[in-house]
């Protein structure tokens, strides 16, 4: 009796198993031959497919994919598990307990927008997680372009879902991610690439270490494939913190918010060849260019720490360039948005000026008054007047000696001009003024310069200024002038 049950419990599982085998092979088989007869747009090679019943899982390997529009992918290996039962009795909703993709490439092109078709087949499906491991992108959205490269991409979604239905915005939902990406570079234009070594985020946080934005020529080399004057830009971050990042929308734009960015260790040179002609491109300024932005943006607190900045131009062609450089550059910015009836954006600077001088900066302004009203309050203390001769000479052809004690300025500027008031105190503070455009003491206007300095019986001097804007130049152009025209109005 009991080798009688033995062998029918034997047959059973036998039977079991045959049909489990002969179930796996026929959905495999139905499953080769749905992608060999898909007429869509996109193509595919697998060398080989496998599914389990008893798992409900469907393993692809060596997938390829190739579209009529170019966009290609080849992927080492996609495993489909915990497929619902429930998706054999429903042709608009599936669910899926996970999706896993490895060793993924992927090259796509940027696509011509299509209007929406709102008779396309509506369909909704949840995902309990994706996970990608071990992934590169790259991704071309102009034909003269380098293309937007990410590699060793992992991307872990969680409780997705995909519904089509064209009455939602939002076709794409998830409630956590967990990303990291390596190598990301980011053509800006056909000179200057953004750059991110490594970059870690989830729904709320985002860490980029060693960012960078650099110019693809050298500072010489860069003059040949230029018309006009071009900013050449280095620029070095050691890392960006962004907390609380969300991506919402409002009143149909895209809106980006965050509660702190923080920017650590930046390290920025720009250098620029005055001998070639001025752009006449209008420039706006911060306010209308966070106003114009085409999305929406939110971030209540920036703060830079611990930076550094150098600005050189060529303003001669038989001269080294002259540079300024601030160290120790601290800043925080209140209030960055673009958003209506927001307030004003704070910005508090403290630095050093070419090495020891204390230099700070409060600069207000709000997006939302048409005019780009701002003001600037700033001063700067103990400037050996030396220090700044590789900037002055060449651009104001005068050399400086002595000392400047402090310098204190307040603008108050719009679009078109700007006026205020800067006192300049000094001790033994002496100009040299040079014939333009050669290395020639001028000696009668340096002595009448001089003549006037001496004879002031204060050591210290306040004007009223008055500039206007040249609009085909930026803000710090502006500011330049105020600075200058200061500077002039109270040494000669």
């Not at 909703?93 to 008779?119: M, T, W």
């Not at 390596?182 to 946080?205: G, S, T, V």
Request: charged share 25%.
């Amino acid at each position: 009796m009991k080798k009688k049950y033995i062998k029918i419990i034997f047959l059973v599982v036998a039977v079991l198993a045959t049909l489990i085998i002969v179930a796996n092979l026929l959905i495999t088989n139905f499953i080769e031959k749905k992608i060999a007869q898909n007429n869509s747009d996109y193509s595919f090679e697998i060398t080989d497919v496998n599914t389990n019943i008893l798992t409900r899982t469907v393993t692809l390997k060596n997938v390829i994919i190739h579209s009529k529009s170019k966009d290609s992918a080849s992927i080492k290996k996609v495993e489909i598990s915990g497929i619902s039962i429930n998706n054999l009795f429903s042709k608009n909703n599936f669910e899926i307990e996970k999706i896993y993709v490895e060793n993924g490439d992927g090259y796509l092109r940027k696509k011509n927008s299509a209007k929406k078709n709102n008779e396309q087949k509506n369909f909704k499906i949840k995902i309990k997680e994706i996970e990608v491991k071990n992934t590169n992108l790259s991704y071309n959205t102009a034909v003269e372009k380098e293309p937007i490269k990410v590699e060793n991409i992992g991307v872990i979604l969680n409780e997705v879902i995909i519904n089509t239905n064209h009455n939602l915005k939002q076709v794409f939902k998830y409630e956590k991610i967990l990303l990291t990406a390596e190598n990301i570079e980011l053509p800006i234009n056909n000179h200057l690439n953004f750059k991110i070594d490594k970059i870690k985020a989830n729904k709320q946080y985002i860490k980029a270490s060693n960012v960078g934005i650099k110019t693809l020529y050298s500072k010489k080399e860069l003059q040949k494939h230029v018309t006009v004057q071009t900013d050449w830009i280095n620029l070095d971050i050691d890392s960006i913190l962004i907390d609380k990042y969300q991506h919402n929308t409002y009143r149909d734009s895209a809106l980006y918010e965050a509660n702190n960015l923080k920017i650590f260790k930046g390290n920025i040179e720009i250098y620029k060849n005055k001998l070639l002609p001025e752009p006449t491109k209008y420039k706006p300024l911060y306010s209308k260019a966070l106003r114009n932005l085409p999305f929406k943006l939110n971030i209540e607190h920036l703060e830079i720490i611990n930076s550094r900045i150098k600005y050189a131009e060529r303003v001669k062609n038989y001269e080294e360039p002259g540079n300024i450089v601030f160290t120790e550059v601290n800043s925080t910015i209140e209030n960055i948005n673009s958003m209506e009836g927001n307030g004003e954006t704070k910005i508090e600077i403290n630095s050093k000026f070419m090495d020891n001088a204390d230099f700070k900066l409060l600069w207000n302004f709000d997006i939302n008054n048409k005019a780009d009203f701002f003001t600037l309050h700033g001063n700067m203390k103990n400037l050996s007047a030396h220090q700044i001769n590789d900037f002055v000479e060449p651009n104001m052809n005068v050399e400086t000696s002595g000392e400047i004690k402090s310098i204190v300025f307040n603008v108050n500027a719009n679009e078109n001009v700007a006026n205020g008031s800067f006192e300049l105190k000094y001790d033994d503070f002496k100009i040299t003024i040079k014939k333009k455009n050669k290395n020639v003491v001028n000696k009668f206007f340096t002595n009448v310069a001089n003549l006037f300095m001496k004879n002031d019986k204060n050591d210290n001097k306040k004007v009223e200024i008055k500039v206007e804007r040249d609009k085909q130049k930026s803000f710090f152009n502006y500011f330049w002038l105020c600075v200058r025209e200061g500077t002039l109005q109270t040494v000669l």
